[in-house]
Each structure stands twice: as C-alpha cells, then as structure tokens.
C-alpha cells in the first residue's frame, strides 16, 4: 500500500502563473479530501469529493481555485494567477467509503507551493 | 459548527517523563475524534481515534486518549516520551454520520529534552 501519493512535492511559481497539484488517493478508498496548511491560519478544509462527486467546497476560495475528481485514481487542485499569499503546503487526505463505518483520514505527504 | 482547541502551542518535556496534550472540542452531539502527529516536512500521520465507545483509546507507539463528554476534551496521554515523538501533534474532529471534512486545532508542538 503507497499511501497517498501527492506530486510534486515541491512547486515554485511566479506570481500570476497557473499550479496545478496532484493527488492519488489509496486505491479503494472513495473519498479525496485537499486541505491547505499554513502558519498563521493552520490546517484549513478546501474541499471534498465522494465517488467522485464534488460534495463540499465551502473552505474553496471563490477566485482562482478549482478542483477536479476526473476519476477515482486521482484528482487535483488548480490555482489560477498564483498570489503570494496562496503559499502554503497543499495536502491531500483519503479515506473510506462511509459503509465501511471508518471515518478516519489518511493524508498524504504535501505539495509546497512557494509563489515569488 | 465544529471546532478544537489546543491551549498549549509549545510543550517541552524531558526524556522519559509523561506527557499530556490537551484538547477540547466544540460540537453538537457525539463527534469523531483523532490525534494526528506531523514530523517535519512530512504529511499527517494518524496516532488514534475515538468513535463512540470506550472513553480510553489506544493509538500507536504508547499514545492514548481519553474521551470526556462532560469537558467536552480529548486529552493526549503517553508514559514515557522518547526523543523520536518530538513533533507537532494535531487534535481534529470530524461530523458523525456524513464523515465529512475534519476540522484540526493549531496545533502542539513537542520538543523533547535530553
């Protein structure tokens, strides 16, 4: 078993350039979850698929983010026109399906993205 | 909505000492609770979980928790630290029937001394 696998681990951008992250959640596991980690505001949720499914983007900012399950062995996170202040660790979390009863969430190791 | 706290950011504790990480939780009903630990430049790794059941759980590497409705607390507990847990140990809590998004307090950071 991998883990989750999350790629690059490392991106540095220019301000106003597109990132792109990328997430492969465990293999059997149904639900992708991305969170954004920093300093000053902690672990923040982003967003949530089920199946695949967009369920909860309610931590997504309005601008700028979007975030795709195309299928169930990957997903990713774009940021368009890249600002500074989205400079953070992006981490990928996984888990199983809810009738598995396991709620538990398994992340993988963070994409740092730098944006000069 | 659904929140923790963790009221002591930094923890410096001997080798060999015991070790307590507080937490407390604010939620409606009976949460999902988990004790996570990040070492450095790494992702989050799960140490334990408490769903509805016994107050005490058991986690991995002689951590433990205990459950307290009353408190509304999810205390971290370990006997004797070792120098490999210096790390940032993170309590979350997570919605009972959706499994939906954890919300994570800030975070302790452990440094374990000689």
């Known amino acids: 078993n991998a883990g989750v696998i999350q790629t690059p681990r490392h991106k540095v951008t220019g301000k106003g350039q597109e990132a792109t992250l990328w997430c492969e959640p465990i293999s059997g596991h149904s639900a992708v979850f991305w969170y954004r980690q920093t300093i000053v505001q902690g672990l923040e949720f982003l967003t949530y698929?089920?199946?695949?499914?967009?369920?909860?983007d309610s931590g997504m900012p309005k601008e700028r983010f979007s975030a795709q399950m195309p299928n169930q062995s990957h997903s990713t996170l774009k940021i368009q026109s890249t600002q500074p202040q989205d400079s953070a660790v992006y981490l990928c979390a996984s888990r199983r399906g809810l009738g598995s009863f396991s709620y538990e969430q398994y992340f993988g190791p963070g994409t740092r993205l730098t944006v000069l | 909505a659904q929140s923790v706290t963790q009221p002591d950011a930094r923890v410096t504790v001997s080798e060999g000492a015991s070790l307590q990480l507080r937490c407390k939780y604010s939620?409606?009903?009976?949460?999902?609770l988990f004790w996570y630990v990040q070492y450095p430049r790494q992702g989050l790794q799960l140490l334990l979980k408490?769903?509805?059941?016994?107050?005490v759980v058991q986690g991995v590497n002689g951590f433990e928790a205990e459950f307290s409705k009353s408190n509304s607390s999810f205390h971290l507990r370990k006997a004797s630290v070792h120098w490999s847990d210096w790390a940032v140990y993170f309590c979350a809590v997570g919605q009972q029937g959706t499994g939906s998004k954890l919300s994570f307090g800030k975070g302790a950071k452990l440094t374990v001394s000689p």
């Open positions: 939620y409606f009903g009976t949460p999902y």
């Open positions: 408490y769903y509805p059941g016994d107050p």
């Open positions: 698929f089920r199946n695949q499914a967009p369920i909860d």
